[in-house]
Structures are given as structure tokens and as C-alpha cells.
């Protein structure tokens, strides 16, 4: 079985601050997780994701994030939030033992203002 | 340059009628899927294929199918809509089976059963 989970249904952030998206997961196995970002009336786009190695991973426009096997976490951070990365922000899990597919979290929302 | 589409971009039926919904790739990916985004429940997977001739049932899938006729394509149908699959639906296709790759998204179709 796989899960994840995103505490928080909305991030507000003022622009220029650190901006952080928290991902919990539960697996049984070795994960594999990722990041998507989905604006208004868009598919997603993928940010980032963590295979295996170093536990810190650098995505697209300025994410990264970090594998943290202890706390089964996988929260996604950006030094200096701007206001077009206000979005939705998905992360999801995948595991060998169930075909690589995707389990999805319900999604936090991200509001930088200005 | 490579790309994945939906047709149509918006659609309302009734309830009871039969629905195709599109999904046409052009990265030659071997994988596709589709998913239905509801608000609080994030992406859930409806069915996938990993090749031609191969179908497969995702978490979601009663009153949906799907065939796959050729890499390009994967046609998602309703059998006989209902008010619960009003929705928005996302096709996606990655490269490979290792799960090592990220889903590339198409824009959504948002279904009304009225």
C-alpha cells in the first residue's frame, strides 16, 4: 500500500520569504516521490523528484527538496518565494511493488502576495 | 515539438449518454493514463496502459474503460454518465516502465453530467 499526505491545504507566503510545501508518505518499500506544480486551468508539470541518492534534489524554477527516510517526509522548499509560484502544488509517491503507479496528495495551495 | 492533448477541453452531457473523451500523445511514450482531479482527493487514477493492447484498472474505474489501439492514443468512455463523474480529467504518458521517468500531463477536460 502507498499513501501520502499534504498537511496543509493552503500556504500563504509574502514575496521574497523561504517557501516551504510539506509531504508525508507511507509506504512498504523504497519510494519514489515527486513534485508537481499545476496552474490555474493546466495540466501539472513536473518540479522534481527523488529516486535514490543524495537526499537533497533540485528541481525546476528554484525547487528542491529533501528525502528524509527517518520522518517519511519529502517537503518541498524555495529560498525566495515569488508571486508567479503561487499555484497548486501535488506530491506524489510511486513503488516497484505496485507497477510505479502514482499515488497523489490531495494538493496544497500556495499564495504568495506581494 | 512533443506534446499531449485532450479533446474537448470542456464538455456537459446528460445523464445516462455515453462520453469519449480524447487523449492523443506525440512523445511516443510506451505509458498512459488517466486521471479525474476532485477537489480534497487529488488525483486518482482511472485506468493506464503500458502498451498497445494493454489495459489496466485503476482506483477509480467503475462506469469507465479504455483501448489502446495504437501508442498514440488512449480514448477514456463513459458507458453511461452519471452526476459523480462530473470531474476534471487529465490524460498523462510517461517513457518507461522503470518508474524512474515523470508523467507528462495533458490540459484536462472538465465534464459536467448534468
Known amino acids: 500500500a502507498q499513501s501520502v499526505a499534504q498537511p496543509e491545504d493552503q500556504v500563504n507566503v509574502a514575496e521574497g520569504n523561504p517557501l516551504t510545501v510539506k509531504c508525508t508518505y507511507s509506504v512498504s518499500g523504497n519510494p519514489y516521490l515527486f513534485w508537481y506544480v499545476q496552474y490555474p486551468n493546466r495540466g501539472l508539470q513536473f518540479l522534481l523528484k527523488?529516486?535514490?541518492?543524495?537526499?537533497l534534489v533540485k528541481g525546476s524554477y528554484g525547487f528542491e527538496a529533501e528525502f528524509n527516510k527517518s520522518q517519511t517526509s519529502f517537503h518541498l522548499k524555495k529560498p525566495s518565494a515569488l508571486v508567479s509560484d503561487s499555484a497548486l502544488y501535488f506530491c506524489a509517491v510511486s513503488i516497484r511493488s505496485n507497477d510505479y503507479k502514482l499515488s497523489f496528495g490531495a494538493g496544497t495551495t500556495v499564495t504568495v502576495r506581494a | 515539438d512533443a506534446e499531449i492533448t485532450q479533446s474537448p477541453r470542456h464538455k456537459i452531457t446528460e445523464t445516462g449518454r455515453q462520453v469519449t473523451l480524447a487523449c492523443h500523445q506525440t512523445w511516443n511514450h510506451n505509458n498512459m493514463f488517466w486521471y479525474r482531479q476532485d477537489l480534497g482527493h487529488g488525483l486518482r487514477l482511472i485506468h493506464y496502459s503500458y502498451g498497445v493492447q494493454d489495459t489496466n484498472k485503476g482506483e477509480v474505474s467503475d462506469g469507465y474503460s479504455v483501448s489502446r489501439s495504437n501508442t498514440e492514443d488512449l480514448p477514456l468512455t463513459l458507458e453511461s454518465a452519471a452526476s459523480s463523474q462530473t470531474s476534471v480529467y487529465f490524460c498523462?504518458?510517461?517513457?518507461?516502465?522503470?518508474?524512474?521517468?515523470?508523467?507528462?500531463f495533458g490540459p484536462g477536460t472538465r465534464l459536467t453530467v448534468t
Open positions: 527523488y529516486i535514490t541518492g543524495d537526499n
Open positions: 498523462a504518458s510517461s517513457e518507461s516502465f522503470s518508474g524512474l521517468d515523470e508523467q507528462y
